[in-house]
């Protein structure tokens, strides 16, 4: 009688484990002080690093291919000053400017985001969600802050 040695991770746990590695990975060549965001107490993980002027996370919610990839970066806190133009100007933004992130209201603060399930998603696409919300946000930011505070 032979025994079936057990596989040590799931499927999901190996897709995860790859989305960590890749995250971690792309995070230490972009940011300054990357960290594992420890005040959020959920089993998930989140990362935040220093990208310029901004501060960004990365959050996957679970480890099944329905979870999400999630990527932030507050870019200015509300409320602000013209909140008509400043909803033009970052509608018209979203438009052309931002490829896959957009700008959103998150609380009391505009984000750039951009976030994507994991079924099927390649480390390519988790660097350049990363890759673009960070820049993104780092050159916004200021102009925001400028124009609207």
């Not at 897709?15 to 972009?30: K, R």
């Not at 990365?58 to 291919?65: A, F, P, R």
């Not at 957009?102 to 390519?124: N, V």
Request: aromatic share 8%.
């Amino acid at each position: 009688m032979s025994v079936k040695a057990s596989e040590p991770y799931t499927e999901d746990e190996m897709h995860l484990n790859t989305y960590v590695d890749t995250v971690e990975a792309i995070i230490s060549t972009l940011g300054e002080n990357p960290q594992r965001d420890t005040k959020i107490q959920r089993p998930q993980h989140v990362w935040k690093f220093r990208y310029g002027t901004v501060d960004v996370f990365v959050y996957l919610t679970g480890e099944s291919s329905e979870d999400t990839l999630m990527v932030w970066s507050p870019v200015l806190a509300l409320p602000a000053k013209d909140e008509a133009g400043l909803n033009k100007f970052l509608l018209e933004k979203n438009w052309l400017d931002t490829l896959e992130a957009r700008f959103a209201i998150k609380g009391e603060q505009i984000i750039l985001t951009c976030s994507r399930t994991l079924q099927d998603l390649d480390p390519g696409e988790v660097s350049r969600a990363i890759t673009i919300v960070a820049t993104l946000a780092d050159e916004y930011d200021e102009v925001l802050i400028e124009r609207f505070k």
